[in-house]
């Protein structure tokens, strides 16, 4: 489980075919901390270590995975967002996250509000009913608040903290990312009938 509060951004090293597709990521983390084995979130799916070294790290992606996430996007140079796995008694600053990636939303709009960016996100029309003004997503692994539905589209404000402290900053209209619905209005549509 995760938070979607982002604690590092990485950096696609490299990427291998081996069966899977193995990619290995640059981080800040303290990779002695870090076990063969663990979970980290990256840009939204959950993945496991399966290599390790000073500054970096190795997952393995499926072909499921690539064809249900953006990471089929990713190239040597891509900024990824990463969040270890919770702890018992960590803060929870964002919302339960399972980092199991439901869809693809591409950004639409990319608008200045004061120190803000308001990007509008279009997804595919079988998710609306998952999403709710003043309710939370985690687009690329980042908790957010979502301000408007309008359609297959919403928006959400991404502050100036935000923005730098995430991969979000590089962003443009065109762009996909990870999309994973809260897991409270999954389970509220599913007692209600409406999955």
Request: glycine share 12%; proline share 2%.
């Amino acid at each position: 489980m995760f938070t979607g509060i982002v604690t590092d951004v990485g950096t696609v090293r490299t990427i291998e075919q081996k069966g899977d597709t193995w990619i290995k990521i640059e981080t800040s983390y303290d990779m002695n901390d870090v076990e063969i084995g663990a979970s980290i979130a990256c840009s939204g799916p959950c993945l496991t270590v399966i290599e390790k070294g000073s500054g970096w790290f190795a997952v393995e992606a499926s072909a499921e995975t690539l064809n249900k996430t953006a990471l089929g996007d990713w190239v040597a140079g891509t900024r990824v967002n990463l969040e270890r796995a919770m702890r018992i008694g960590d803060e929870l600053g964002g919302h339960i996250v399972s980092g199991h990636v439901d869809a693809v939303a591409v950004i639409v709009g990319m608008q200045s509000e004061g120190d803000s960016v308001r990007f509008t996100f279009e997804m595919p029309g079988d998710f609306s009913k998952y999403i709710a003004p003043k309710g939370s997503v985690c687009l690329d692994g980042v908790s957010l608040t979502v301000n408007e539905v309008q359609g297959n589209c919403f928006g959400v404000n991404i502050i100036s903290h935000t923005q730098s402290a995430t991969s979000f900053s590089g962003r443009k209209v065109g762009d996909r990312v990870n999309m994973e619905i809260d897991t409270i209005a999954r389970y509220v549509a599913r007692l209600l009938g409406k999955e």
